[in-house]
């Protein structure tokens, strides 16, 4: 799928009119958010992160944002007239929402992306952390509003999940399940203990909160070893790209900001993705789809890049793709949907999401 995009020949214009479409799912997401937030206040809420509606775990949310606060940022510098202030509201909302969970990594997530980003593109990153620090204010102030202010007029009390209270509950867990992931490792080095297997070790969770270890664990030491040196290597080569094409001054000032955002972006993630499930969420899955596909087009648009015929490697692997597939539904949606052969969960975790249990094939 991500080759799927990198080939379409996206151009940067398109970002802008994508971003608006998110913009305004997210206005009626929001507005949808407020008749949550109205059953909160009369329930006195001792966890507001929880207010986030639609989703079981706040943190699939926060996945989101890692890909979508680091690019929502070029609307309010590309927007005119009526539409400028409008601009403002989906990041804003974003950092509404961020305060509203709590979460403690993506804020972390993105101050480093932040930092390199400004290091690595500093006119550029001048301008885009301008317009992320104006709506953080806006953000701020709507949650000092409605989930500080409010409840306590109310005399409901402050909000006890704040993230300054959680500043100080320690790594929650993490360093447990990073530890029984290196055990699961140990027990299979080369190939690991299989795809989505981690949820079988006992911890209660489907992944150990970061990818790296995940890898590890899941596809073994080789697997895992090429997965980071191919992220890194792509990651500098686009890094190093997009440096060499504002130096050459090859694109215009509007390019250089979409492609400098999309670089914050995918930072973002693989920062957060060392500390929580980023990359095994279904709509965050969609998202980096979308924007590492966007990333290697405008790259290989700048660098002359021209498909080669299809060679009778890559017909072989396109064949063993096509057998994955295949064995994919056999045993996941035809034994389960058709012959109810497969279980919908595991017996000790009914309440996991479904999308980590589909990859337990050993019982």
């Known amino acids: 799928m991500t080759i799927m995009v990198s080939i379409s020949r996206s151009n940067e214009q398109l970002i802008i009119p994508w971003l608006w479409g998110i913009s305004i799912g997210l206005l009626f997401y929001t507005i949808g958010y407020f008749f949550q937030y109205i059953l909160y206040l009369q329930f006195?809420?001792?966890a507001w992160m929880y207010s986030i509606h639609e989703y079981s775990n706040p943190r699939t949310f926060n996945h989101v944002q890692g890909w979508l606060i680091p690019l929502l940022a070029l609307l309010p510098l590309f927007a005119k007239g009526v539409f400028k202030r409008l601009s403002w509201f989906g990041l804003s909302v974003l950092y509404f929402y961020l305060l509203v969970t709590s979460v403690r990594g993506l804020p972390l997530a993105l101050i480093a992306s932040a930092f390199i980003t400004l290091l690595a593109f500093k006119p550029q990153a001048k301008l885009l952390l301008k317009v992320h620090a104006k709506a953080f204010v806006f953000g701020g102030l709507a949650y000092l509003?409605?989930?500080?202010?409010?409840?306590?007029?109310?005399?409901?009390?402050?909000?006890?999940?704040?993230?300054?209270?959680?500043?100080?509950?320690?790594?929650?867990?993490?360093?447990?399940?990073?530890?029984?992931?290196l055990d699961a490792f140990k027990k299979s080095p080369w190939l690991g203990i299989g795809p989505q297997h981690y949820i079988t070790e006992g911890t209660g969770f489907g992944s150990p909160h970061n990818i790296v270890l995940q890898w590890l664990s899941e596809w073994g030491g080789p697997a895992a070893?090429?997965?980071?040196?191919?992220?890194?290597?792509?990651?500098?080569?686009?890094?190093?790209?997009?440096?060499?094409?504002?130096?050459?001054?090859?694109?215009?000032?509007?390019?250089?900001?979409?492609?400098?955002?999309?670089?914050?972006?995918?930072?973002?993630?693989?920062?957060?993705?060392q500390l929580s499930g980023v990359f095994i969420t279904p709509l965050s899955q969609v998202l980096l789809v979308v924007i590492v596909g966007s990333a290697i087009s405008f790259h290989n648009?700048?660098?002359g890049v021209v498909r080669a015929p299809l060679h009778?490697?890559?017909?072989?692997?396109?064949?063993?793709?096509l057998l994955f597939l295949l064995v994919t539904f056999y045993w996941v949606f035809y034994k389960e949907f058709y012959l109810g052969e497969y279980d919908l969960y595991l017996l000790w975790e009914m309440n996991a999401p479904r999308f980590w249990l589909n990859g337990d094939f050993t019982r």
């Open 44 to 46: 006195k809420p001792k």
């Open 312 to 321: 009778w490697l890559e017909k072989i692997l396109w064949a063993v793709l």
């Open 145 to 181: 509003l409605l989930i500080q202010l409010v409840p306590l007029l109310l005399g409901h009390g402050l909000s006890d999940e704040s993230i300054l209270h959680r500043l100080d509950s320690g790594s929650s867990g993490r360093l447990h399940l990073w530890q029984v992931a």
């Open 225 to 273: 070893l090429l997965m980071v040196g191919l992220s890194v290597y792509g990651g500098v080569r686009y890094l190093l790209g997009v440096r060499q094409r504002i130096a050459g001054e090859t694109i215009s000032d509007h390019s250089a900001l979409v492609q400098v955002a999309i670089f914050m972006s995918l930072l973002t993630s693989g920062i957060y993705a």
């Open 301 to 303: 648009q700048e660098v």
